[in-house]
């Protein structure tokens, strides 16, 4: 018997259909995972964005963040950014105050829950929070301290048609999604009437 890696000639392997599904599936998996990683984590919508990006990239390293992975743009003329990660990130940076939009991870150190409340509350923005614990009593307290309209709980980016999506603060009005989005295709009319023998 010959055995070889995708079934074929000189193969007398009865499972050869079997083998040649596996192997599709695993490129097709392979495939999807590549997609996902250009599409939604290093490809940018347009110039501007991607400026914008690497303009905050350069500053996070000016400003003294340390540089872990990343910060650099891919290719000449293509609109991709590797994937960039700051450690030692302070309060005051820009990276730490402005919605980056992009492939950019600040990783900031506290010594309390409370201080890590406080902090995050300074922002100005309040579109997302995330709290990653084995504690459904830490999970539940910190998430409603937080001032930012989405929590998620040990997951992130989980977003359902039945659940409101949208910030607090500088991070937007009203809401996507759930019932809440609804309103924004509503208009409320108010009719009063006087009865007879009333004021």
């Known amino acids: 018997m010959v055995h070889s890696w995708l079934p074929g000639a000189g193969s007398t392997d009865t499972a050869c259909p079997a083998r040649l599904l596996y192997f599709i599936q695993n490129i097709i998996i392979v495939v999807v995972v590549v997609v996902i990683v250009i599409v939604f984590v290093c490809v940018q919508i347009d110039r501007q964005q991607f400026e914008k990006i690497m303009d905050l990239i350069e500053s996070g390293k000016k400003e003294g963040a340390r540089l872990e992975f990343g ?35 600040c990783i900031f150190s506290f010594k309390s829950q409370q201080e890590a409340i406080e902090r995050a509350n300074c922002s100005q923005y309040g579109l997302v929070s995330a709290v990653f614990t084995s504690s459904m009593d830490r999970a539940l307290s910190v998430s409603s301290a937080l001032d930012s309209g989405t929590v998620w709980i040990n997951c992130y980016n989980a977003l359902h048609a039945q659940s409101p999506f949208g910030g607090f603060k500088m991070s937007g009005n009203g809401r996507e999604l759930g019932e809440y989005a609804l309103a924004e295709y509503s208009e409320v009319k108010a009719v009063t009437i006087k009865l007879r023998g009333t004021m």
């Open 71 to 105: 910060g650099v743009s891919v290719g000449e003329e293509k609109l991709f950014i590797q994937p960039t990660i700051f450690s030692a990130v302070k309060d005051h940076m820009t990276i730490a105050t402005q919605e980056i939009f992009g492939p950019v991870q």
